[in-house]
């Protein structure tokens, strides 16, 4: 079923759909919410589970809120996912203080970020080949937005060990790195 | 402001399951989970809106009667009553949760099951075990029900827990079905079973009572090197009597003894019963009680303790040089049946050159259950409304593994999907069933390979009961059964 069948059961709350999307989405939502509701602060894979039921169910409740002339549903649900995900971990830590990187994906993305996305593809496929810890570092980095000071944490190296794996990474992967990453590096 | 796009999106879901495994990971059960959570949610959803619906109804009868000044405060009232009505609903929402979780996980993606979904919450306890009828659905062929066993004073169920005895009991004979473990909750010692019971009516007051099972799964696998079969056999060859078919045949066969044309029913003589007991090193569940070879092949008779734990030994031959194994050409039970309906002694028969013996050992697998709990837990219940079904006679002609035989009826519900017809219909015999929607949409039930289908073969009357969740039943236009096209 493609995208544009989909949208037209959703619109009609059609089940079959409902489960195709849910099938063809949920994989690149579960790594959308990940990104906030980590597993160092507490999260399982249960709330993962109920951040994107909760998403679809959103998109059952309110489906006319999606625009087709904004963008695709994939996008849609992501974004839909990201604001989700940050209310279930403010919900959840009270205390804790949301970083500005979590805010921002509520914002729409500058231009150059829109050209970054561009590279991730050729991007994934040049980390996926290296050696770990240097590949969960980066994917940490890359894909989950991760500051080095929390991945150190999360991988139990030496902050500085961290860092010194991103620069090597930025030298050797300079030709795949979106611009933001080697400008943050 | 468009949606923004994600880097993500660009990746294949073999690079996003890659990459999850750094944080969550994730798996088709997750995907599953997350249906069954959406299926739950829009369920509840649905119950809220039909209640707000009820209580606006009732607002709107109480508003005529009354003048506009005297309606408002009572609106109030009435609206402050929906919103606690709302809220009782969601206070329930997580026992109503977890049932629609595990209906979904057993039925699969794309059914709305979670809607005839009736609530039992009906328990019993005994030996310190708790047992709890969750839940029941019935399509008016068949009953589903969702029961916890929960272990409240020891740590005797494990998740390899198995219903040994249940029943349904009603006003009339209810027929047979099966129970499967679908969840087990290690932190509460809980072990959640799906029962299905066929023939229940709605309406029908029931008993369910469960009477045995069984935990604590240990396996083994033993290569016998230290038994020299050609030895063995020379010194215990052993006689063959004729076999008492008064207590039925049991036993196995490969496919080369199908295909010979022949039958374990035509099995006329077995070895002589207990000629010796000699004991398998390493284990303590089975022996060998005889021997003998004739006519090419190897026959060998084990007799096997009647512990009801005891589930199963298998035999098989070795090659002690290349490590190649030997199915039996067939097995076949003998003696008494104990306990659990097993026969005590079952005899192997391999086809095998006697002079090719002494490179080949043997090899014993089978597993038994540590804890075998007997008690009563019954519990009784009516069987909820029949959820929304088609039924439609037939008499077309359809093609089932080359055989033409009449198709009586189908019946669609959202749990599935049950065909009765007529004819020489081999068992075994595969339907492919295509669910045309009106749309021109096709949902093939067989595809997957998730269909249970249970064959009830008399009278030469063959019932396939295939559970399979049917999504979107009221929009279904025709069935195309093995190519032919069944209009409903």
Same mark, same amino acid.
């Not at chain 2, 077309?396 to 020489?424: C, D, F, H, W, Y």
């Given at each position: 079923?493609?995208?544009?069948?989909?949208?037209?059961?959703?619109?009609?709350?059609?089940?079959?759909?409902?489960?195709?999307?849910?099938?063809?989405?949920?994989?690149?939502?579960?790594?959308?919410?990940?990104?906030?509701?980590?597993?160092?602060?507490?999260?399982?894979?249960?709330?993962?589970?109920?951040?994107?039921?909760?998403?679809?169910?959103?998109?059952?409740?309110?489906?006319?809120?999606?625009?087709?002339?904004?963008?695709?549903?994939?996008?849609?649900?992501?974004?839909?996912?990201?604001?989700?995900?940050?209310?279930?971990?403010?919900?959840?830590?009270?205390?804790?203080?949301?970083?500005?990187?979590?805010?921002?994906?509520?914002?729409?993305?500058?231009?150059?970020?829109?050209?970054?996305?561009?590279?991730?593809?050729?991007?994934?496929?040049?980390?996926?080949?290296?050696?770990?810890?240097?590949?969960?570092?980066?994917?940490?980095?890359?894909?989950?937005?991760?500051?080095?000071?929390?991945?150190?944490?999360?991988?139990?190296?030496?902050?500085?060990?961290?860092?010194?794996?991103?620069?090597?990474?930025?030298?050797?992967?300079?030709?795949?790195?979106?611009?933001?990453?080697?400008?943050?590096? | 402001?468009?949606?923004?796009?994600?880097?993500?999106?660009?990746?294949?879901?073999?690079?996003?399951?890659?990459?999850?495994?750094?944080?969550?990971?994730?798996?088709?059960?997750?995907?599953?989970?997350?249906?069954?959570?959406?299926?739950?949610?829009?369920?509840?959803?649905?119950?809220?809106?039909?209640?707000?619906?009820?209580?606006?109804?009732?607002?709107?009868?109480?508003?005529?009667?009354?003048?506009?000044?005297?309606?408002?405060?009572?609106?109030?009232?009435?609206?402050?009553?929906?919103?606690?009505?709302?809220?009782?609903?969601?206070?329930?929402?997580?026992?109503?949760?977890?049932?629609?979780?595990?209906?979904?996980?057993?039925?699969?993606?794309?059914?709305?099951?979670?809607?005839?979904?009736?609530?039992?919450?009906?328990?019993?306890?005994?030996?310190?075990?708790?047992?709890?009828?969750?839940?029941?659905?019935?399509?008016?062929?068949?009953?589903?029900?969702?029961?916890?066993?929960?272990?409240?004073?020891?740590?005797?169920?494990? &998740?390899? +827990? @198995?219903?040994?005895?249940?029943? $349904?009991?009603? *006003?009339?004979?209810?027929?047979? =079905?099966? !129970?499967? /473990?679908?969840?087990? &909750?290690? +932190? @509460?010692?809980?072990?959640?079973? $799906?029962?299905? *019971?066929?023939?229940?009516?709605? =309406?029908? !007051?029931? /008993?369910?009572?469960?009477?045995?099972?069984?935990?604590?799964?240990?396996?083994?696998?033993?290569?016998?090197?230290?038994?020299?079969?050609?030895?063995? /056999?020379?010194?215990?060859?052993?006689?063959?009597?004729?076999?008492?078919?008064?207590?039925?045949?049991?036993?196995?066969?490969?496919?080369?003894?199908?295909?010979?044309?022949?039958?374990?029913?035509?099995?006329?003589?077995?070895?002589?019963?207990?000629?010796?007991?000699?004991?398998?090193?390493?284990?303590?569940?089975?022996?060998?009680?005889?021997?003998?070879?004739?006519?090419?092949?190897?026959?060998?008779?084990?007799?096997?303790?009647?512990?009801?734990?005891?589930?199963?030994?298998?035999?098989?031959?070795?090659?002690?040089?290349?490590?190649?194994?030997?199915?039996?050409?067939?097995?076949?039970?003998?003696?008494?049946?104990?306990?659990?309906?097993?026969?005590?002694?079952?005899?192997?028969?391999?086809?095998?050159?006697?002079?090719?013996?002494?490179?080949?050992?043997?090899?014993?697998?089978?597993?038994?259950?540590?804890?075998?709990?007997?008690?009563?837990?019954?519990?009784?219940?009516?069987?909820?409304?029949?959820?929304?079904?088609?039924?439609?006679?037939?008499?077309?002609?359809?093609?089932?593994?080359?055989?033409?035989?009449?198709?009586?009826?189908?019946?669609?519900?959202?749990?599935?999907?049950?065909?009765?017809?007529?004819?020489?219909?081999?068992?075994?015999?595969?339907?492919?069933?295509?669910?045309?929607?009106?749309?021109?949409?096709?949902?093939?039930?067989?595809?997957?390979?998730?269909?249970?289908?249970?064959?009830?073969?008399?009278?030469?009357?063959?019932?396939?009961?295939?559970?399979?969740?049917?999504?979107?039943?009221?929009?279904?236009?025709?069935?195309?059964?093995?190519?032919?096209?069944?209009?409903?």
């Amino acid at each position: 079923m493609d995208e544009a069948r989909i949208i037209k059961g959703l619109r009609a709350r059609d089940e079959i759909a409902f489960a195709q999307a849910i099938s063809s989405y949920s994989r690149l939502l579960w790594v959308v919410a990940s990104r906030h509701l980590a597993k160092a602060d507490g999260f399982t894979g249960h709330d993962i589970e109920e951040c994107i039921a909760d998403v679809f169910l959103d998109l059952w409740l309110n489906n006319e809120r999606y625009d087709p002339e904004k963008g695709s549903l994939k996008s849609y649900l992501c974004v839909l996912t990201s604001r989700k995900a940050i209310s279930r971990y403010r919900r959840a830590a009270q205390t804790k203080v949301v970083s500005f990187e979590d805010l921002r994906q509520d914002e729409e993305p500058s231009s150059e970020e829109a050209a970054d996305v561009e590279d991730y593809g050729d991007l994934y496929r040049a980390i996926v080949h290296l050696p770990e810890p240097t590949r969960e570092i980066l994917v940490r980095r890359y894909f989950y937005n991760q500051q080095p000071a929390e991945i150190a944490a999360r991988t139990q190296l030496p902050k500085k060990e961290v860092e010194n794996r991103l620069y090597r990474a930025k030298q050797s992967l300079s030709s795949s790195l979106p611009t933001r990453y080697k400008e943050a590096l | 402001m468009n949606y923004p796009i994600d880097p993500l999106e660009q990746l294949s879901n073999e690079e996003l399951e890659s990459l999850a495994a750094y944080e969550h990971p994730l798996s088709d059960s997750n995907i599953q989970n997350i249906q069954g959570r959406f299926v739950a949610k829009t369920a509840e959803c649905a119950q809220v809106e039909e209640a707000a619906q009820a209580e606006s109804a009732a607002i709107a009868t109480a508003a005529t009667v009354r003048t506009g000044r005297q309606a408002k405060p009572r609106r109030r009232l009435l609206m402050v009553a929906a919103i606690a009505a709302v809220f009782v609903l969601l206070v329930g929402f997580t026992s109503a949760n977890r049932i629609y979780e595990l209906y979904y996980q057993y039925f699969g993606e794309g059914a709305n099951i979670a809607k005839y979904v009736s609530e039992i919450g009906q328990s019993a306890s005994d030996q310190g075990f708790k047992m709890e009828v969750l839940s029941a659905v019935n399509d008016g062929e068949n009953t589903y029900l969702f029961v916890e066993v929960t272990d409240e004073t020891g740590d005797r169920l494990s &998740d390899d +827990a @198995t219903i040994n005895r249940w029943s $349904m009991t009603g *006003s009339r004979p209810l027929g047979g =079905g099966g !129970s499967t /473990l679908v969840g087990y &909750d290690p +932190a @509460t010692k809980t072990a959640t079973f $799906m029962i299905h *019971s066929i023939s229940a009516k709605p =309406g029908d !007051s029931v /008993l369910f009572t469960l009477s045995s099972f069984m935990s604590g799964v240990v396996e083994y696998r033993i290569a016998a090197n230290d038994i020299n079969i050609p030895q063995l /056999l020379a010194e215990n060859e052993g006689d063959f009597v004729k076999r008492n078919t008064l207590e039925g045949t049991s036993g196995g066969f490969s496919t080369k003894f199908y295909e010979d044309g022949n039958d374990l029913d035509k099995v006329k003589e077995i070895l002589e019963l207990d000629a010796f007991a000699l004991a398998i090193p390493g284990c303590d569940k089975a022996w060998i009680s005889n021997i003998a070879y004739r006519d090419g092949k190897l026959h060998v008779q084990l007799g096997r303790d009647s512990d009801r734990g005891n589930a199963a030994t298998w035999l098989a031959l070795v090659n002690k040089r290349t490590g190649e194994e030997l199915q039996s050409y067939y097995s076949i039970g003998a003696g008494q049946r104990n306990e659990d309906g097993l026969a005590d002694h079952e005899e192997y028969v391999f086809e095998i050159a006697r002079e090719a013996l002494g490179e080949y050992c043997f090899l014993f697998e089978g597993f038994y259950y540590t804890q075998v709990i007997d008690g009563v837990w019954e519990v009784g219940f009516e069987v909820p409304e029949r959820m929304d079904t088609i039924i439609k006679k037939v008499g077309a002609t359809v093609n089932v593994s080359g055989t033409p035989v009449k198709l009586e009826s189908v019946e669609l519900s959202s749990l599935g999907i049950t065909v009765r017809m007529q004819g020489a219909v081999k068992v075994g015999a595969e339907l492919d069933i295509d669910v045309v929607y009106e749309d021109g949409s096709v949902y093939s039930i067989t595809e997957e390979g998730m269909s249970v289908i249970f064959q009830d073969a008399g009278a030469n009357t063959h019932t396939f009961t295939i559970v399979r969740p049917l999504p979107g039943l009221e929009r279904v236009d025709h069935l195309i059964i093995n190519g032919t096209r069944i209009d409903l």
